[in-house]
């Protein structure tokens, strides 16, 4: 189960919803195929949909990847601490 979590995570180590939309997703186009195997009829344009959004989601995941991040500094004072000179 930790690997599940750990393959959720993104790049900040937090668990991101685009991933886990793909994973329902996949599941859902894995159960249409297998269950279309056992006598399951599903129109052709389910599988279309089905299919666009498991790569979209597999796109906005790789996108993830290259977008910047800002960089955090602790030591810069924040908007409510003043500075003197």
Do not use: H
Not at 1 to 12: F, G, R, S, T, Y
Not at 22 to 44: H, P, Q, R, T
Not at 64 to 79: G, M
């Amino acid at each position: 189960m930790n690997n599940v979590i750990e393959m959720l995570k993104d790049v900040d180590g937090q668990v991101s919803s685009k991933r886990v939309m793909s994973l329902v997703i996949l599941a859902l186009f894995s159960y249409m195929a297998i269950g279309s195997c056992y006598g399951l009829i599903i129109k052709d344009n389910i599988w279309d949909d089905v299919f666009y959004a498991l790569m979209a989601f597999a796109g906005m995941i790789t996108s993830e990847k290259f977008t910047k991040r800002s960089v955090r500094n602790d030591a810069s004072p924040t908007p409510t601490q003043t500075t003197t000179a």
